[in-house]
């Protein structure tokens, strides 16, 4: 087996467990320990993992600086997107003030609003406006900077904008929810406008599957407490300690 191979069965298996030994990896791999101590070593070095006394841990948090286009990011989770968007819009009042923020699971909440909510709605996605306005529903749309990789609309005037709203509620997307960081985001100017319309909003929903928990990206725009989670699937009941989680069923 390579050694590439090792380091991902390695990866997998402590995703799924969160630690073990050296002498589970070498019995499960069908290696020697001498061999599993070298690739935790170098898996160690790559920050995949936390090597400890007789074997290793997960890293708990995976930190991106980066984020992807919209057109990427919409190839994925497309069903547990969906799910969750089917849910929040059910939480949308007739007399509700509410903030939409950009993004892709945002996005399919905009598909699954009613036609017939009386509901107004504020937003920074340029293709939310857009979708917004076509199923006849009343929306305005911020103004400022237009960032072209998220469709949103961001900056000082941005902020500016918001400053006048008193919002209901709002939902947000989010590149990343844990426990240290609490909700972030890579870029700076998207965090403060997401900091600025959470600050004049009554109730925060943060749509956010899985793969959301325990990523940490640059920059935080609001504390756990600040929101309530709606997710398809909570892998650790430690989050629940720090904010409310609404786990959505198939």
């Known amino acids: 087996m ?5 380091y991902s069965m390695i990866i997998n298996f402590l995703e799924d467990k969160k630690a073990v030994t050296v002498g589970e990896l070498a019995e499960w791999l069908g290696t020697s ?19 400890v006394h007789g074997g290793a841990t997960a890293v708990e948090e995976k930190i991106k600086a980066t984020e992807e286009d919209v057109q ?5 989770n497309v069903e547990e997107k969906k799910l969750l968007a089917r849910y929040a819009a059910t939480l949308v009042n007739d007399d509700d003030v509410v903030y939409v923020d950009a993004g892709t699971t945002t ?29 006849g529903l009343k929306a305005y749309i911020i103004g400022g900077q237009i960032k072209l990789s998220t469709e949103a609309v961001i900056g000082a005037e941005a902020i500016n904008s918001l400053r006048k709203y008193n919002f209901t509620k709002c939902f947000m997307g989010t590149n990343g929810i ?19 319309a959470c600050s004049h909003s009554y109730i925060t929903y943060v749509l956010a599957d899985h793969t959301k928990f325990k990523a940490v990206s640059a920059i935080t725009f609001a504390s756990l407490g600040r929101c309530c989670v709606i997710t398809d699937k909570l892998t650790d009941n430690k989050f629940r300690d720090y904010t409310v989680i609404k786990e959505v069923e198939q």
Do not use: C, W, Y
Request: hydrophobic share 40%; glycine share 4%.
């Open 107 to 135: 996005l399919m909440f905009v598909d699954a609003l009613s036609p017939n909510t009386r509901a107004l709605f504020v937003t920074n996605g340029i293709v939310h406006a857009k979708k917004l306005i076509q199923k």
């Open 33 to 51: 320990e001498s061999t599993v101590r070298r690739d935790l070593n170098a898996l160690h070095d790559m920050g995949r993992l936390n090597k």
């Open 178 to 196: 844990s426990v240290e960081s609490g909700l972030t985001t890579p870029d700076l100017e998207e965090a403060l406008v997401k900091k600025e």
């Open 72 to 76: 990427s990011k919409s190839l994925k």
């Open 2 to 6: 390579l050694s590439e191979e090792r």
